[in-house]
């Protein structure tokens, strides 16, 4: 009886500190936002994204999503150096319908004009889910801050 009531009152008091310790606004920072397309906030479509990013994408944005050194700077053949899709880069200040339209089609394809750049299209190599699964890990590294922002910018993007 004793190991019972020991065990029940453990039980609560873990769980008790666990919501305790659960950020208050989690529910709303998973909640699917107006304009969010990328699944940041979904376990599996992160760690599928991880290792698709591992495998496409590090040899260019670095392992820990750092960038080339000097990424805002041409390099002799006019182009620029591949930027961080860290909280550094400038990732997030692109909404989600955009980001998978970049990686789908490739830098030069988005912006036009002759514009050359190293960042290929992925069409013909990743499916739509598997580079929604790759921008969902890079959000998923974002502080939450940026995470607000970048919210922020798919709901205006979303706008009639």
């Known amino acids: 009886m004793r190991r019972t009531i020991i065990t029940l009152t453990a039980t ?9 310790l659960w950020p208050a606004d989690a529910t709303e920072q998973g909640a699917q936002q107006p304009g969010q397309i990328l699944l940041w906030h979904d376990a599996a479509t992160v760690a599928e994204g991880a290792a698709i990013y591992e495998a ?3 040899a260019c944005h670095g392992a820990a999503l750092e960038g080339q050194a000097d990424w805002q700077v041409r390099q002799d053949n006019g182009r620029l150096p591949a930027p961080p899709h860290d909280r550094t ?11 998978i339209d970049i990686t789908t089609r490739g830098t030069a394809a988005i912006v036009g004009g002759g514009y050359q750049s190293d960042m290929m299209g992925f069409a013909d190599i990743l499916t739509e889910a598997q ?14 801050e940026i995470i607000a922002i970048h919210n922020d910018i798919n709901a205006r993007a979303a706008l009639p």
Do not use: E, R
Request: proline share 8%.
């Open 12 to 20: 609560f008091a873990l769980t008790a500190g666990g919501v305790a």
């Open 56 to 58: 496409q994408c590090a």
């Open 89 to 99: 880069g400038h990732t997030w200040h692109h909404p989600d319908a955009q980001l």
């Open 131 to 144: 580079i929604i699964a790759v921008l969902s890990y890079i959000k998923s590294t974002w502080p939450p």
